[in-house]
């Protein structure tokens, strides 16, 4: 059974920073697309952020461009995000998602991956 595990989420003042963790058990996949989502209360879940594990590509949305780095540990199985310079409206739940086999990462919504974690709470204040 595949787990994503994510922590790493706070409170935090606008301007700091914060780094998400996300533990990948019983996943199989060498080759996949895994990616931090999003959402805030009232709104839809949004793509933050894919990796390829294939070939490291990265697709960050125009929003965190900038501000936000995806990275992974393939020893430790561990996906991370980096978040600096945080703001207000980066306020939401945050969810790593992940795909099955993939040689590419596929659009970032969330029909695209059939994996996903419980979420980790992340609260900026002005």
Known sequence: EVQLVES????VQAGGSLRLSCAASGYPY???CMAWF????????EGVV???????DT????SVKGRFTISRDKAKNTLYLQMNNLKPEDT?????AA?????SCPAMVTGSFTYWGQGTQVTVSS
């Not at 894919?50 to 490291?56: D, E, W």
């Not at 939401?92 to 790593?96: F, G, K, L, S, V």
């Open 8 to 11: 790493g989420g706070g409170s």
């Open 30 to 32: 060498s080759r996949s």
């Open 38 to 45: 999003r959402q805030a209360p009232g709104k839809e879940r």
């Open 50 to 56: 894919t990796i390829s594990t294939a070939n490291g």
């Open 59 to 62: 697709y960050y949305a125009d």
């Open 92 to 96: 939401a739940m945050y969810y790593c």
């Open 99 to 103: 795909t099955g086999h993939r040689l």
